[in-house]
C-alpha cells in the first residue's frame, strides 16, 4: 500500500488552488464591503513603492513566481470568474479540488492486471480501523492512490474514536477530508485540536491555509506568529507570511520576509524572485538583475527568467545583453509565456523609438494571445499617434471589456473621449478608471476639468 501510495503522492499543502465551486458556491461566503487591508478579495490600493506593481490575467498583483491560488480571479460574479481563463490558451476556467485532485495522481486510473488493488466496496472499514498498524497506510492509500475522499473520511472518522480523540495524526487527516469536501470550519476545528496535541508545521501551515480559504488574512498572520514562536525563522512559515503580505498588496512587509527567508535559505527561488521584481517596479534594476542572475547560476532556465534578465539589462543600461536574453526567452517559450514577452520587447522598441517595429511586436502578442488586455491598449495608443482614433478607440474597449481590472484602458478611453468632444463618455470611463486605482493622479485631474463643465451647464 506505501508503495502505490508514493506512486502518486502529491503536496496537496502547495496544490490547493480555489475553483468555481469553491468561490461561487460557497457558504461562508463574506461580505461583499470592500475592506481594504483586511480582505485578500480586495487588497489595499495604496503602495509605499513608486509606481503600482501591475496585475496578472486574472486581477491579482504580479507576484515574484507563479504558484497555486494567485492564477484564480477576484470574481465577485459568476460572468467574470467564467471569462478568466486557467491560462493563456485555455477558456476553461480552474475546476473544483476534488476533480483537479483525481488528475495531479493519474497513476491511479490506469487499469491494473488483476483488477484494483483494493475493492473499497467490500472493504471492512470497522476492522482495519481497530488495527493502527494497517489503518494509517490504508488512509493514505484510499486518500492519495484512489482519492475517495468520503471512505478516507470515515475511516478517519472511526480510528479516531477507537483512539479515543488522542491521536494527533487523525485529527490531521480528518482536517484534509473536511477541508478536500469544502468543510473549512469543521477542518478548521480538527487543526485547532491537533495543534494542542502536538506542535507541528505541517498542522500549522494547514490551519494558515484554512484561514486564507476563508479569507481571513490578519488571523491567518497572527497563526503564523504563534508558529514561529515554536518553530523559530522556519523557512516555510515565513514564506506563507510574505505570500499573505504580497496578497494584501503590502509590498514592504513581503520583502521583509523574503529578505528573511533569504537570509534563512539562500537557495530559497521564490524568496529571490520576489525580491527581484520588488526592486525592479521601484527603479532599482541593477538590483533586480542581481537576484535574476543567482537564479540563472541556480540552474533555473527557463522563459520567464531570461524575459526579466532581458528587462533588468536594458533598464540598468547593458544593452549589449538586452538582445540575447529575449532570443532565449523566445527559443524556450511556451505558447502560455509567448504573448507576454512579445508585449516586453515592444516596450523595448517604443523606447528606443521604433514605432514600427513596437506595432508589429503587439500584433506577435494578440496573434499569441487574443485576449491579452495590455497589448490591446497599447495598440490604442499607437493607432492614436498614427491618426486612427476609431481604430484607437475600439482597442481601448476590447482591453477594457477583456481585463476590467486594469486602469490603463479606461483613463485613455477617457482621454480619448475627451479630447473628441464626448464628455458624457469620458465621465463614465474615468469613473470606472478612478474604481481600479483612485489615487491615479491624471485620472483624478480629468475628473475635476469634467466636473466644473458640468456645473457650468
Same mark, same amino acid.
Given at each position: 500500500?506505501?508503495?502505490?501510495?508514493?506512486?502518486?503522492?502529491?503536496?496537496?499543502?502547495?496544490?490547493?488552488?480555489?475553483?468555481?465551486?469553491?468561490?461561487?458556491?460557497?457558504?461562508?461566503?463574506?461580505?461583499?464591503?470592500?475592506?481594504?487591508?483586511?480582505?485578500?478579495?480586495?487588497?489595499?490600493?495604496?503602495?509605499?513603492?513608486?509606481?503600482?506593481?501591475?496585475?496578472?490575467?486574472?486581477?491579482?498583483?504580479?507576484?515574484?513566481?507563479?504558484?497555486?491560488?494567485?492564477?484564480? !480571479?477576484?470574481?465577485?460574479?459568476?460572468?467574470?470568474?467564467?471569462?478568466?481563463?486557467?491560462?493563456?490558451?485555455?477558456? =476553461?476556467?480552474?475546476?473544483?479540488?476534488?476533480?483537479?485532485?483525481?488528475?495531479?495522481?493519474?497513476?491511479?486510473?490506469?487499469?491494473?492486471?488483476?483488477?484494483?488493488? %483494493?475493492?473499497?466496496?467490500?472493504?471492512?472499514?470497522?476492522?482495519?480501523?481497530?488495527?493502527?498498524?494497517?489503518?494509517?497506510?490504508?488512509?493514505?492509500?484510499?486518500?492519495?492512490?484512489?482519492?475517495?475522499?468520503?471512505?478516507? /473520511?470515515?475511516?478517519?472518522?472511526?480510528?479516531?474514536?477507537?483512539?479515543?480523540?488522542?491521536?494527533?495524526?487523525?485529527?490531521?487527516?480528518?482536517?484534509?477530508?473536511?477541508?478536500?469536501?469544502?468543510?473549512?470550519?469543521? +477542518?478548521?476545528?480538527?487543526?485547532?485540536?491537533?495543534?494542542?496535541?502536538?506542535?507541528?508545521?505541517?498542522?500549522?501551515?494547514?490551519?494558515?491555509?484554512?484561514?486564507?480559504?476563508?479569507?481571513?488574512?490578519?488571523? +491567518? /498572520?497572527?497563526?503564523?506568529?504563534?508558529?514561529?514562536?515554536?518553530?523559530?525563522?522556519?523557512?516555510?512559515?515565513?514564506?506563507?507570511?510574505?505570500?499573505?503580505?504580497?496578497?494584501?498588496?503590502?509590498?514592504?512587509?513581503?520583502?521583509?520576509?523574503?529578505?528573511?527567508?533569504?537570509?534563512?535559505?539562500?537557495?530559497?527561488?521564490? #524568496?529571490?524572485?520576489?525580491?527581484? %521584481?520588488?526592486?525592479?517596479?521601484?527603479?532599482?534594476?541593477?538590483?533586480?538583475?542581481?537576484?535574476?542572475?543567482?537564479?540563472?547560476?541556480?540552474?533555473?532556465?527557463? !522563459?520567464?527568467?531570461?524575459?526579466?534578465?532581458?528587462?533588468?539589462?536594458?533598464?540598468?543600461?547593458?544593452?549589449?545583453?538586452?538582445?540575447?536574453?529575449?532570443?532565449?526567452?523566445?527559443?524556450?517559450?511556451?505558447?502560455?509565456?509567448?504573448?507576454?514577452?512579445?508585449?516586453?520587447?515592444?516596450?523595448? +522598441?517604443?523606447?528606443?523609438?521604433?514605432?514600427?517595429?513596437?506595432?508589429?511586436?503587439?500584433?506577435?502578442?494578440?496573434?499569441?494571445?487574443?485576449?491579452?488586455?495590455?497589448?490591446?491598449?497599447?495598440?490604442?495608443?499607437?493607432?492614436?499617434?498614427?491618426?486612427?482614433?476609431?481604430?484607437?478607440?475600439?482597442?481601448?474597449?476590447?482591453? #477594457?471589456?477583456?481585463?476590467?481590472?486594469?486602469?490603463?484602458?479606461?483613463?485613455?478611453? !477617457?482621454? /480619448?473621449?475627451?479630447?473628441?468632444?464626448?464628455?458624457?463618455?469620458?465621465?463614465?470611463?474615468?469613473?470606472?478608471?478612478?474604481?481600479?486605482?483612485?489615487?491615479?493622479?491624471?485620472?483624478?485631474?480629468?475628473?475635476?476639468?469634467?466636473?466644473?463643465?458640468?456645473? =457650468?451647464?
Amino acid at each position: 500500500m506505501r508503495a502505490l501510495t508514493l506512486q502518486v503522492y502529491v503536496d496537496d499543502i502547495e496544490g490547493e488552488e480555489e475553483g468555481i465551486a469553491e468561490s461561487l458556491l460557497d457558504n461562508y461566503t463574506i461580505s461583499s464591503m470592500p475592506r481594504p487591508g483586511t480582505s485578500l478579495k480586495t487588497p489595499g490600493t495604496s503602495s509605499v513603492g513608486q509606481c503600482l506593481r501591475p496585475k496578472t490575467q486574472s486581477g491579482r498583483p504580479l507576484t515574484g513566481v507563479v504558484r497555486p491560488a494567485t492564477q484564480s !480571479a477576484m470574481s465577485q460574479s459568476i460572468e467574470q470568474t467564467l471569462r478568466t481563463p486557467r491560462t493563456a490558451m485555455t477558456a =476553461r476556467p480552474i475546476t473544483a479540488i476534488s476533480s483537479r485532485s483525481v488528475r495531479l495522481g493519474t497513476a491511479s486510473m490506469l487499469t491494473e492486471p488483476g483488477g484494483p488493488f %483494493i475493492q473499497l466496496s467490500r472493504l471492512n472499514i470497522s476492522k482495519y480501523a481497530s488495527q493502527p498498524s494497517i489503518a494509517k497506510p490504508l488512509f493514505e492509500y484510499i486518500y492519495y492512490h484512489e482519492h475517495d475522499v468520503r471512505y478516507a /473520511l470515515d475511516l478517519a472518522v472511526q480510528a479516531t474514536q477507537i483512539c479515543h480523540y488522542k491521536d494527533w495524526w487523525w485529527k490531521v487527516q480528518l482536517g484534509k477530508c473536511y477541508y478536500s469536501l469544502g468543510l473549512i470550519r469543521d +477542518a478548521e476545528q480538527q487543526f485547532k485540536s491537533a495543534l494542542k496535541d502536538s506542535k507541528t508545521i505541517e498542522v500549522i501551515l494547514r490551519l494558515i491555509r484554512v484561514y486564507v480559504r476563508l479569507d481571513q488574512p490578519l488571523t +491567518a /498572520l497572527d497563526t503564523c506568529k504563534k508558529g514561529l514562536e515554536y518553530f523559530p525563522n522556519d523557512v516555510n512559515i515565513l514564506t506563507e507570511m510574505g505570500r499573505i503580505f504580497d496578497g494584501l498588496n503590502n509590498m514592504s512587509m513581503s520583502l521583509k520576509y523574503y529578505k528573511l527567508i533569504a537570509q534563512e535559505d539562500a537557495s530559497h527561488t521564490e #524568496a529571490i524572485a520576489s525580491i527581484g %521584481i520588488h526592486h525592479f517596479y521601484n527603479d532599482q534594476p541593477e538590483l533586480a538583475l542581481r537576484y535574476y542572475r543567482r537564479l540563472l547560476q541556480m540552474g533555473v532556465y527557463n !522563459a520567464e527568467l531570461f524575459n526579466n534578465l532581458g528587462l533588468c539589462c536594458f533598464y540598468a543600461q547593458q544593452y549589449d545583453h538586452v538582445i540575447s536574453c529575449f532570443e532565449r526567452a523566445i527559443s524556450l517559450s511556451t505558447d502560455e509565456n509567448m504573448a507576454d514577452i512579445w508585449y516586453n520587447i515592444s516596450h523595448i +522598441a517604443l523606447t528606443v523609438g521604433d514605432i514600427t517595429m513596437a506595432e508589429e511586436c503587439l500584433k506577435l502578442a494578440i496573434v499569441s494571445d487574443n485576449r491579452h488586455a495590455l497589448a490591446y491598449n497599447n495598440f490604442g495608443v499607437i493607432q492614436i499617434r498614427n491618426g486612427n482614433i476609431t481604430a484607437a478607440r475600439t482597442y481601448f474597449h476590447a482591453a #477594457a471589456n477583456i481585463a476590467n481590472f486594469i486602469y490603463e484602458p479606461h483613463f485613455n478611453s !477617457a482621454y /480619448l473621449a475627451y479630447k473628441v468632444g464626448d464628455l458624457q463618455t469620458s465621465y463614465i470611463a474615468i469613473q470606472k478608471s478612478l474604481s481600479v486605482y483612485p489615487n491615479h493622479s491624471d485620472s483624478r485631474t480629468l475628473l475635476n476639468k469634467l466636473e466644473r463643465y458640468f456645473s =457650468r451647464v
